[in-house]
């Protein structure tokens, strides 16, 4: 088993009230998502980057871009489901993996101009 100090969780569900499919809109020639998994795979802290979903193109996004997907349930991709489960969910699943981390760091998909200088200075300032 590896030891990792942090990973990323990425909660990307297909559906969405407002704007549907709003994680796979083109935002300057890529999707949305595909902004939060290049920021995380550039950050120095982030050792593992997992993409949790229900849709089958989102996890497809994550596994062309090299990240590992995780599918999450129809239960915890409703409007209802809670942030919280879905975290559990993925936590369990990453473990049947056989990973070990100390620490996870949720990454919005929604958060696009959040970078990777923003991920790292989160991640001294949570280790200091």
């Not at 595909?34 to 995380?40: F, H, L, P, Y």
């Not at 062309?64 to 919280?84: K, T």
Request: hydrophobic share 40%.
């Amino acid at each position: 088993m590896t030891k990792n100090l942090f990973i990323a969780l990425i909660p990307a569900r297909g559906g969405s009230k407002g704007l549907k499919k709003k994680n796979l809109y083109p935002l300057h020639n890529k999707p949305l998502i595909s902004w939060t998994i290049e920021s995380a795979k550039i950050s120095h802290s982030i050792e593992k980057i997992f993409v949790s979903s229900d849709d089958h193109s989102i996890l497809e996004i994550a596994s062309i871009e090299g990240v590992n997907g995780i599918a999450r349930p129809a239960h915890l991709s409703e409007d209802s489901s809670s942030m919280e489960s879905v975290i559990l969910d993925s936590i369990m699943q990453i473990a049947e993996q056989g990973i070990e981390f100390q620490y996870l760091i949720l990454l919005q998909p929604t958060s696009p101009l959040r970078d990777s200088i923003d991920i790292e200075a989160a991640c001294k300032k949570f280790l200091q």
